[in-house]
């Protein structure tokens, strides 16, 4: 029998962060688990001095780079180190939404928590989130008891009154994204203009200041995101590209529809006849933001 467990671990200050995880990575390390820790680097910072020597057998990674864009969590943390842990138990401790997560990335926070259950309803793995309840909002404390089917509060485990099944959730938190701004520079895309289509990308990437890395990074997800669209949403589709500060934003719109929620957040094997595009993008980008209807599908993808 799989042994999945997924737990919320609410706390309100530092020593409330150590009594939950400082156990649970001990006893993960005791019973011969690997242990991930994926939290921002203050949370790092904290275990690292409380485990002493043990810190060495434990992987950190902060979360707020690891983890900025919220779909790349699964695909790019969670499985990327179950999958190379050897098939036996993991430990993980993640902490996708800290207190200035912004508003648009919080509702992709949100399906991120909720599909945890889906990914690793077939895996063995313990996953334990922190909710820093002084400084989130009554709100995201309420949406962990939707997506978390455990809830721990001063070392104490209880069912969740409240969870719900997960694509229910995702569906929830599938909102229509905010306008954008009416400046922005619009393009048609087809088969006949993608390789354009890419250089027109790039330029505006390069003219807005992004390294050539980043330049790269872009046009690699929006070749992903308009190739999607010729070949699976009607042969065309709309690009849309500014910039918000130093970030570049490019939104792809078509008539499709995403019907399964986990694409772009599940690899889809080394034999699957493709399913890797979303998750490439969810893997370059640094945010990117969903809305799928009946009425068609807007990818919005942000880098800088």
Known sequence: ????????????????????????VRDGLAAGEPVLVAVPQRGIDLLRGALGGQAAQVEFLDMRRAGRNPGRIIPGVLTAFTDNSGGGRVRIIGEPIWPDRSELEYPAC????????????????????????????????????????????EQRRRQSDNYREPFLIAEEFNRPLPAPPPDVLTRRFDLDNLSATRRL????????????????????????????????????????????????????????????????????????????GVMLVNLLCDLVRVHTSEAGTTIRVYIG
């Open 201 to 276: 990308v790039a330029g505006f990437a390069a003219d807005a200041g992004l390294t050539a890395d980043q330049v790269e990074d872009l046009v690699l997800a929006v070749n992903e995101l308009t190739t999607n669209s010729v070949v699976h949403a009607g042969g065309f589709g709309t690009l849309l590209l500014w910039r918000e500060g130093d970030v570049v934003v490019c939104e792809v719109r078509d008539g499709g529809q995403l019907a399964n929620p986990m694409v772009g957040r599940r690899n889809p094997g080394a034999n699957a006849r493709g399913g890797y």
């Open 110 to 153: 949100v399906q991120h928590e909720a599909l945890i259950n889906t990914a690793f309803e077939d895996r063995p793995a313990w996953i334990l989130c922190p909710y820093d309840t002084a400084n989130l909002t009554p709100q995201a404390v309420r949406d962990a008891e939707t997506t978390h089917p455990i809830m721990v509060e």
């Open 1 to 24: 029998m799989v042994d999945f467990v997924h737990e919320a671990l609410l706390y309100r200050d530092d020593q409330q962060y150590l009594a939950g995880t400082v156990p649970f």
